[in-house]
């Protein structure tokens, strides 16, 4: 046990350490590099996290189990990430609304932007957990269903927002009907396929999925972005995982697969930190000191909105764990840094638009 939490406590500065490398590189990126290469910088890294992330879903997914006699724990549970991914975008939102100078953003505009808020980075908070040792505990299994449901709450949610801000458009019905038949897929076919699932097969997958979701985006000019989280981790819950007594698979090597696992994760923490934009770029209309003020308090706000989980599960976590469940389901990531780039794409500096929300 001591040398399993030590190897945990190593490979937790390992994670922290190529995610502030990343950090490092995103900011030096943006100081040296040209726009069009700096352009070129951003897109391969994008595509390269959103593999990473496709993979360590798809394995999320091998592991995800649902008890279907306890379909009422799991409705609670939703409750609970809708609440926990909901107060954060509510504190914020007022927030971007009434604090920001210039009478803020509009209504829509900070309802929207402040959706970034609400989900978990499930990329992150699932490596971080399982590094410090906690995989086989209550915390990581709540955390684990919580992750997920927050960041599918947060997908649905984005539809009636985008359709407040540009009205009814046929992709946001797109979105709806995939996000049915994945939920549709995972509750059908729950660890019923026969698949292989060496990390060599789960690359491939994680390969085809990101392909598929980067080139719909290309294919509609952006109209249709669905991100890989969803499609990936489905992927995962539909796959049968081979026993010994199947004659159709290989038997898995843990030790490999974990070998592998743990090296995409690593490569996850230094795409993360490489995906940041500069921290030292103009900031439109505030200084650098209004900058740091307004991140200071969003960043708590979020703290704040997540600390509802400490009101709930008292009857099977005590409170330094519901704490810990807390502060575990803040980290933003992949599906936070979509919703800002959704809400940039449907023109929220454009003129027009700001227009008829101020006429609105």
């Known amino acids: 046990m001591a040398s399993e939490s030590g190897g945990g406590k190593q490979q937790l500065l390992v994670y922290t350490g190529m995610l502030v490398l990343g950090l490092t590189i995103s900011q030096l990126s943006a100081g040296h590099l040209n726009a069009g290469s700096y352009a070129l910088y951003g897109r391969v890294v994008g595509v390269l996290t959103m593999f990473a992330l496709s993979f360590l879903m798809v394995n999320v997914g091998h592991e995800f189990v649902i008890e279907r006699s306890k379909l009422g724990n799991y409705a609670q549970d939703y409750l609970v990430a809708m609440s926990a991914a909901g107060l954060p975008w509510i504190f914020v939102a007022l927030w971007l609304h009434f604090a920001l100078p210039n009478s803020g953003l509009a209504w829509g505009s900070a309802l929207l932007m402040a959706r970034f ?4 980075s499930a990329g992150i908070l699932f490596n971080m957990l399982e590094a410090a040792g906690f995989k086989e505990t209550w915390l990581f299994r709540k955390a684990q269903i919580l992750a997920i449901f927050d960041d599918l709450d947060t997908i649905l949610l984005m539809i009636p927002l985008k359709m407040y801000l540009v009205g009814f458009k046929w992709e946001l019905s797109f979105d709806a009907v995939f996000v049915t038949l994945c939920l549709g897929l995972a509750w059908q076919k729950l660890h019923k396929i026969r698949l292989q699932s060496s990390w060599r097969w789960t690359m491939l997958y994680a390969g085809i999925i990101t392909a598929c979701c980067e080139g719909l985006c290309n ?24 026993e010994p007594k199947d004659d159709w698979c290989e038997l898995l090597d843990e030790r490999r697969e974990e070998q592998a696992k743990s090296l995409v994760s690593t490569f996850f923490m230094l795409l993360v930190g490489m995906s940041m934009p500069s921290l030292f770029t103009a900031a439109g209309h505030l200084t650098a000191g209004q900058m740091v003020f307004h991140v200071t308090v969003v960043s708590l706000l979020m703290i704040l909105g997540k600390m509802m989980l400490l009101f709930c599960y008292r009857k099977e976590a005590n409170l330094r764990t519901r704490l810990a469940l807390s502060l575990g389901m803040c980290p933003r990531g992949e599906v936070g840094a979509g919703v800002i780039a959704i809400s940039l794409g449907l023109g929220m500096q454009d003129a027009n638009i700001l227009e008829r929300q101020r006429e609105e």
């Open 117 to 120: 808020a609400a989900p978990t």
């Open 219 to 242: 294919f509609t000019s952006g109209r249709i972005h669905i991100e890989v989280l969803l499609p990936a981790f489905v992927m995962g819950c539909m796959t049968r995982i081979c």
